[in-house]
């Protein structure tokens, strides 16, 4: 387990009186309180959705449903590959199943998202104005990139058009202000179809302070790390596709974010009826 992750572990006040001494007990739930009062918001994150054909709505809506659950969110990422053939019904269930949430979604194009005519243009119509973006909540700052190119899946290159937003939007950026970055393609060394300027890219924002980066496409639960920073890509969470590496588990990460610029995740789940696998 890494050190930044927080695992959620709920004893009831007369379970921790009885486990450990009464001083003991004391100074442990002073010490939850402090870190309950640190967390300024927590947020979820989910990639590789791969809707296909109205026979996923139901999925969708019971995954949201078991979102939902979870207390106070205060947004979601989708990073990337909504739709499993990029078509114009496929991303607008998406937007209505996780418009349930009641929260903000902010999304990023994947591959799949530009199958149709081998752009992001469908995929603008039903989320606009994000491909390159950033956006500010509390005291964080997050950026969201598109990776893709075209329709391609390996042997990628992120554009320059995204490198060039990036070098023209990161003089405005605060360099102190804790940093997440989300997008579609794996930017860690070393990953399955990593793009092959992915380390360009991460030196451009290496003056940051880049507390994280969410990411998805190879359908794995990897953690890595750029110096001190986590890059991570996820599990996919899909009714139509399977892990790239054959593990079972599919899901989302649930992060919370704290006043003095630590992140912590736990990946979460989610198990409904047996999917189609095509």
Known sequence: MPADTIRD????????????????????????????????????????LHHATPECDPFFRALVAQMS???????CL??????????????????????ALRVPIYTVPGNHDNDVE???????????????YTFRHKEW???GL???EAEKYQNTRIGD?????LDATL?????????????HFPLASGVNLVPVNAADLLSRVSALNLRGAFTGHYHARIEKRDGNTPLLTNACCSRMRDNHDGSLDEGYLLCSATNDGRLSWEFVEFKPARRATV
């Open 161 to 165: 058009t995204t490198l060039g937003w």
């Open 78 to 99: 989708i990073v990337g590959d909504l739709a499993d053939a990029g078509r114009p019904e496929s991303f607008a269930a998406v937007r209505d199943a996780f418009a």
């Open 118 to 132: 081998k752009t992001t243009r469908i995929y603008s119509e039903f989320f606009p104005g994000r491909l390159n």
């Open 9 to 48: 572990a709920r004893f009831s006040r007369r379970q921790l009186l009885r486990a450990v001494p009464l001083g003991a007990a004391a100074w442990w739930m002073q010490g939850a309180r402090v870190l309950t009062q640190s967390v300024a918001f927590r947020f979820i994150v989910v990639n590789d």
């Open 141 to 143: 700052q997050f950026i």
């Open 171 to 183: 003089p405005a950026l605060d360099r102190a202000r804790p940093t997440v970055l989300f997008t």
């Open 146 to 148: 598109d990776s893709t």
């Open 69 to 75: 659950s979870h207390g106070v969110i205060d947004f």
